[in-house]
């Protein structure tokens, strides 16, 4: 079995209010991000991803065998810069696509390839972040940035990964330049996708519940439809923190997940899913036990 040895973060430095990132946005609108749940965005505009996702490593001791870094957004580099990590001639892959799903899939690879002893560990990084207050603010949502890592190994511990799903079925293909139809046609299965996604992902691990679900906070809104659809209790969905972290694309879910540890809302022993949908049609669930 895989598990997370160490988790490690970095988010923006500079925490933002909605009225000042938003600010040439009508009244309605402001009131509208606040209803679905954002209040402080932490943001770093100048700060390169490079420069938070070594600031990240640093924090890791112990070296990994393998690193994937998983992202939703295309890397930007100051001309010449090349991404130098803490750690030299460490194989380093790059994974793209599935918006806000991507995380998912990394761990899910991670996993396998440690389960199967390819790699003694594997260090997942995932990292996205915007350059500009325009850029941060989508589908009426505010993006904030942040990176996070985690090393895993086989073995025994907390923190043990039970199953991953994940799944893609394109219905908008080009973002938020897709059509009004396909946006409209993903938006109405969007919920059922999730919950199929979730019923797969319970079925893998063996389990008919979970303890809690920690969602991608992207709108709490979105949260109380697939509480409704699943008829499970809206309390066990945790997605408030999304008021100190706004939207932070494929792994917000698994920064949410250890804050929630911290705060011990999750107990050891205890079971969470963490479960990203991703714009267009991805959906990707990974199934803890604490």
């Not at 803490?86 to 599935?98: A, E, I, Q």
């Not at 207050?133 to 949502?141: A, K, L, N």
């Not at 992902?201 to 008919?208: H, M, N, Q, T």
């Not at 679900?213 to 949260?223: I, R």
Request: charge should be negative.
């Amino acid at each position: 079995m895989a598990v997370i040895k160490e988790f490690a973060y970095e988010l923006g430095k500079k925490i933002r209010c909605v009225e000042e990132i938003a600010a040439g946005y009508s009244k309605e609108e402001i009131q509208q991000m606040h209803k679905i749940g954002l209040q402080k965005i932490p943001t770093d505009n100048e700060r390169m991803l490079q420069e938070m996702i070594q600031d990240v490593c640093k924090q890791i001791t112990q070296r990994p065998d393998c690193i994937l870094i998983a992202h939703s957004l295309p890397f930007i580099c100051r001309e010449g810069q090349q991404m130098q990590l803490c750690w030299s001639n460490v194989p380093t892959y790059y994974l793209s696509g599935m918006p806000c799903a991507i995380m998912h899939k990394a761990i899910e690879m991670a996993s396998i390839l440690v389960e199967k002893e390819l790699y003694h560990s594997i260090l997942v990084i995932g990292a996205d972040k915007a350059y500009s207050d325009q850029e941060r603010i989508f589908f009426g949502t505010i993006m904030g940035d942040g990176v996070v890592a985690l090393l895993l190994e086989k073995g025994t511990g907390i923190h043990q990964i039970l199953s991953s799903y994940v799944n893609t079925t394109i219905l908008a293909s080009d973002g938020e330049n897709s059509s009004a139809q396909d946006i409209a046609a993903f938006r109405q299965v969007n919920t059922s996708f999730m919950r199929r996604a979730m019923e797969k992902c319970l079925e893998k691990a063996g389990l008919e519940k979970v303890d809690y679900y920690v969602t991608h906070t992207s709108n709490k809104e979105f949260w109380n439809s697939v509480s409704v659809l699943t008829k499970i209790p809206r309390e066990i969905f945790l997605d408030s923190n999304i008021q100190n972290t706004g939207h932070m694309n494929s792994h917000d879910s698994f920064y949410h997940y250890f804050y929630w540890c911290e705060k011990d809302v999750i107990l050891p022993g205890q079971t969470a899913m963490l479960i990203n949908p991703g714009f267009g049609g991805s959906q990707g669930c990974t199934l803890l036990r604490r």
